[in-house]
């Protein structure tokens, strides 16, 4: 399938790995030149160069905290007209009430929340007036499963979730779809971090973790090209009716009614 990608620009945040590496190599392959935003200016400089090698792209390393004044607006100057913006970046902590003190809650909420509405703010505008664009909010699946033991991160991606319908309802009037994707566990270090702190928590040994893997459906987590495939295909014209709503890639975890 041509998905008409090849020579679209793209702007992925939190590309320094995970989801985020993927993303970068799947649009890469697809023949995308890419703007590649993280803190760690030496993995993104390193993703570049395999990349450009790789698929003849041009990749440009950001390496930037999202959550500095005046980083953001420096950024859409840096990387001028773009078609494709995803929002990726940020780790919203795990953990109750108690756990996740309000100093915690704001950092989290600070990339992951803040740094969406922000960026799409400022990105909007410059898509609309060059005549379209895609923006595609990569959230978590925690906005749909109200789980108290990641209070922070389930109301950030559920407000994320509403923000992302509120700007798609109406983006296509500006020829600019707005779409979110929810992922579940992805086999990537995040989630094997919270699986040993919830084994910790509940089992009283963090290396028993891979006993709550196996209630995951089909017993792992998603590979990551489970979630980057679909999200590529969302930024491509073959989805180009599809706005303001969202995406849930968890193996039906959401339907389960738990994240575990």
Same mark, same amino acid.
């Given at each position: +399938?041509?998905?008409?990608?090849?020579?679209?620009?793209?702007?992925?945040?939190?590309? /320094?790995? @995970?989801?985020?590496?993927?993303? &970068?190599?799947?649009? &890469?392959?697809?023949?995308?030149?890419?703007?590649?935003? #993280?803190? /760690?200016?030496?993995?993104?400089?390193?993703? &570049?160069?395999?990349?450009?090698? #790789?698929?003849?792209? /041009?990749?440009?390393?950001? #390496?930037?905290?999202?959550?500095?004044? @005046? !980083?953001?607006?420096?950024?859409?100057? #840096?990387? @001028?007209?773009?078609?494709?913006?995803?929002?990726?970046?940020?780790?919203?902590?795990?953990?109750?009430? *108690?756990?996740?003190?309000? !100093?915690? *809650?704001? &950092?989290? *909420?600070?990339?992951?929340?803040?740094g969406y509405i922000n960026l799409t703010r400022a990105i909007y505008p410059r898509m609309k007036a060059r005549g379209g664009g895609v923006i595609i909010n990569n959230i978590g699946n925690g906005g749909e499963v109200f789980d108290p033991a990641y209070v922070a991160g389930t109301t950030g991606n559920a /407000?994320? +979730?509403a923000f992302t319908r509120a700007m798609g309802g109406h983006s296509l009037d500006d020829n600019i779809r707005v779409v979110g994707v929810n992922p579940g566990p992805v086999d990537t270090d995040r989630i094997y971090n919270m699986l040993k702190k919830r084994a910790a928590d509940w089992l009283g040994d963090a290396d028993r973790y891979k006993e709550l893997q196996t209630r995951y459906p089909l017993g792992r987590p998603a590979h990551v090209h489970e979630v980057t495939d679909l999200i590529v295909f969302l930024a491509s014209y073959r989805s180009g009716y599809t706005s303001g709503t969202i995406f849930t890639v968890d193996g039906g975890i959401a339907s389960r009614r738990s994240v575990i």
């Open positions: +399938m041509d998905l008409k990608l090849t020579g679209k620009t793209v702007l992925i945040t939190g590309a /320094s790995q @995970g989801i985020g590496e993927g993303l &970068a190599r799947a649009f &890469a392959e697809e023949g995308c030149n890419l703007h590649v935003v #993280a803190r /760690s200016g030496d993995r993104l400089a390193a993703l &570049a160069q395999a990349l450009t090698a #790789a698929h003849g792209v /041009s990749v440009t390393p950001h #390496a930037l905290d999202l959550t500095q004044a @005046g !980083a953001i607006d420096g950024l859409v100057e #840096a990387v @001028g007209d773009i078609d494709i913006l995803v929002n990726n970046a940020g780790v919203i902590p795990s953990g109750s009430l *108690w756990d996740v003190d309000e !100093a915690k *809650w704001r &950092a989290g *909420w600070e990339l992951k929340v803040f /407000s994320l +979730m």
